[in-house]
């Protein structure tokens, strides 16, 4: 990204378009009713947990368990439906992350208000292609964003640039549904978005140091932090949402590892590891756990996900090696 005023140009067309929806979530809020918000994932829930904090007038729940993971094979329950209809606003990840919803929304609750936490980061992201100098692509794991309606891989919480955008997206969709805490909502955004614009330079300063810079995946959770960090991913091990690899294609992963000279297998917390660390095993490089913070307590603190990126920045310098210059 060039700039900050850049990486927010799409606001206002935000704003223009959400407040369209304006409706008797106000006046929920101007009765002094509290506004009911519903987080689809547990990534979008810490965030805006982090939006809304110190403002009385909305409270938060997860729709999901906070210890699922990707709902990518994920079923609406009878709880969810429950949760749904008592919602005034529900906050969804986007990009196809919550293929599961379909219209269930509006039938569970007609009136109730979504805020796209993906809105506009389309344009950001072609708008960063552009700025990337031209050459050679690898597209090895492409087939993780083509499994998903929007054509864009989903997994946008995983970088810290990316979270600060929908941090924003966020709070201008609660300040036209809860005005009296608009103010409040866009400080707490800014602020939060700084701490992630900060943490994503720490990462990318780290991608520079780091001794090799080529890395297996579990699946493409991590695209958006290793693009922000300058990581080559050369090969994903769960390729397709839900499903293991095959023997052939555990042997081709391996033969990717010696042919690219990869640095290590990273696994993570919310998959069963058996497979990398066989592949692992098997190339002759290191396997450890990265955190892509898509799980955790539900009452974690709000800084969980800064501690999180900061334990993996451990795992990476200490797995891949840190230059001696660096």
Request: charged share 25%; aromatic share 4%.
């Amino acid at each position: 990204m060039k700039t900050q005023s850049r990486r927010l140009s799409w606001v206002p067309i935000f704003v223009l378009i959400i407040s369209a929806l304006l409706s008797a979530v106000e006046a929920h809020a101007a009765a002094g009713r509290r506004v009911s918000l519903l987080c689809t994932t547990y990534p979008v829930y810490q965030i805006t947990r982090n939006v809304i904090d110190g403002v009385k007038t909305v409270q938060v729940d997860l729709m999901i368990s906070s210890e699922l993971g990707c709902p990518h094979d994920y079923s609406l329950t009878p709880q969810d439906m429950q949760r749904l209809s008592h919602a005034d606003v529900l906050i969804i990840n986007g990009l196809g992350m919550e293929g599961f919803l379909g219209a269930t929304v509006m039938k569970a609750n007609p009136g109730i208000r979504v805020i796209d936490s993906s809105w506009g980061i389309r344009e950001v992201l072609r708008s960063q292609e552009e700025d990337r100098d031209e050459g050679p692509r690898d597209h090895s794991h492409d087939k993780t964003r083509q499994e998903h309606s929007s054509g864009l891989n989903p997994h946008l919480f995983a970088s810290p640039r990316m979270a600060a955008l929908i941090a924003v997206n966020i709070a201008e969709g609660l300040a036209l549904t809860d005005p009296a805490g608009a103010a409040a909502y866009r400080k707490n955004a800014a602020a939060y978005a700084a701490r992630m614009n900060r943490l994503a330079d720490e990462l990318a300063d780290l991608g520079r140091r780091l001794r090799n810079n080529r890395v297996v995946t579990q699946h493409g959770v991590f695209d958006y932090l290793s693009r922000d960090m300058g990581l080559e991913v050369v090969a994903v091990i769960r390729a397709h949402p839900g499903q293991e690899p095959s023997a052939s294609e555990m042997l081709k992963i391996v033969k990717t590892i010696r042919q690219k000279k990869a640095g290590a297998v990273f696994l993570e917390p919310q998959f069963p590891v058996r497979i990398g660390l066989i592949i692992a095993k098997e190339a002759g490089v290191p396997a450890a756990v990265l955190d892509p913070t898509a799980t955790g307590r539900q009452n974690a603190s709000l800084d969980y996900y800064e501690k999180v990126m900061r334990l993996n920045m451990d795992v990476l310098s200490k797995t891949l090696g840190v230059k001696k210059d660096g």
